[in-house]
C-alpha cells in the first residue's frame, strides 16, 4: 500500500511540477520563430500594396495628364498657312501649344493659347501645364516663367522620356496627326522598379477636327 502511494505521489510530482529552464528556452525559440515569420509576412504584404498604390496613383496621373493634353490638341483650330500648333525643342526643353477659338471663327486674333512645357533640370524632367493663357509672343515658351505668365501652373508628370510628342505631317506640310507619348516615373533619379519604382508608358493619338487639311 506504501508503494502505491509512492508511485502515485511522484507522478503527481511529475505533472504537477512545471516547465525546466531548458523547456522555457526551447519554447520562446520556436514562438519567436514563429512571430518572426509572420512579421516577414505582414512587411512583405505592406511593402507590395504600398507598391500596387504607387503603380495605381502613377497610372491615375499619367491619364488624367494624356486627357488634359488630348482635350485641348483637339480644340486646336488653324490650317496649314497658319498652324494652330507651335512646338519649341530646343535645348533641355521642349513646349508645345495649342490655339483655342473663342468668339470669332472667322478671326485667330482673339484666340488664346494652352501650352505644355517639359522642363529638364538635373533628374527631374517635368511636365508643366499652363494654365493661364499665354501671350503669342510667349508661344511656344521657352522657360517655365513663360509658360505661367506670371500666374500659375500645373505640375502634371515626372517623365522618364524626353520626347513626349511627335507632329506628323503629310508632303504638303499638312498636318496629319499629334502622337502623345507619356512615360512617367516616380523616382527618375533611381532605378525602374515594378514595386518601388514603377514605370507606366500610355501612347495616343490626336487628329484635330478644327485643323483643316
Keep these: 500500500m506504501h508503494t502505491m502511494f509512492t508511485k502515485a505521489k511522484i507522478k503527481w510530482n511529475r505533472l504537477t511540477r512545471g516547465m525546466t529552464l531548458t523547456e522555457l528556452l526551447v ?20 511593402h507590395i ?29 488653324g490650317d ?12 533641355q526643353d521642349r513646349s508645345i501649344c ?21 522642363r529638364r533640370l538635373g533628374s527631374s524632367n517635368n511636365l508643366w501645364r499652363c494654365t493661364e493663357p499665354t501671350p503669342p509672343a510667349k508661344v511656344p515658351p521657352a ?12 505640375l502634371l508628370l515626372n517623365l522618364n522620356n524626353n520626347d513626349y510628342f511627335t507632329i506628323v505631317t503629310d508632303t504638303d506640310d499638312r498636318l496629319e496627326y499629334i502622337e502623345f507619348t507619356f512615360t512617367a516615373i516616380i523616382d527618375r533619379s533611381a532605378a525602374v522598379h515594378p514595386v518601388d519604382n514603377p514605370l507606366y508608358t500610355l501612347v495616343t493619338r490626336v487628329s484635330p477636327p478644327g485643323h483643316s487639311r
Excluded at 509572420?38 to 505592406?46: D, G, P, Q, R, T
Excluded at 503603380?55 to 483650330?77: E, F, G, N, P, W
Excluded at 471663327?105 to 501650352?115: A, K, N, Q, V
Design 27 to 46: 519554447a520562446s525559440i520556436l514562438v519567436g520563430i514563429v512571430m518572426l515569420g509572420v512579421a516577414s509576412f505582414s512587411i512583405a504584404l505592406k
Design 49 to 77: 500594396q504600398g507598391g500596387t498604390s504607387r503603380s495605381a496613383l502613377l497610372a491615375m496621373r499619367t491619364h488624367a495628364a494624356m486627357a488634359k493634353i488630348t482635350k485641348d490638341a483637339y480644340a486646336t483650330v
Design 80 to 91: 496649314a498657312t497658319n498652324p494652330g500648333i507651335k512646338e519649341r525643342a530646343m535645348g
Design 98 to 118: 495649342f490655339r483655342k477659338d473663342t468668339n470669332d471663327p472667322s478671326s485667330y486674333t482673339d484666340d488664346t493659347w494652352s501650352c505644355y512645357y517639359r
Design 143 to 154: 522657360n517655365l516663367l513663360e509658360c505661367n505668365n506670371g500666374g500659375t501652373s500645373d
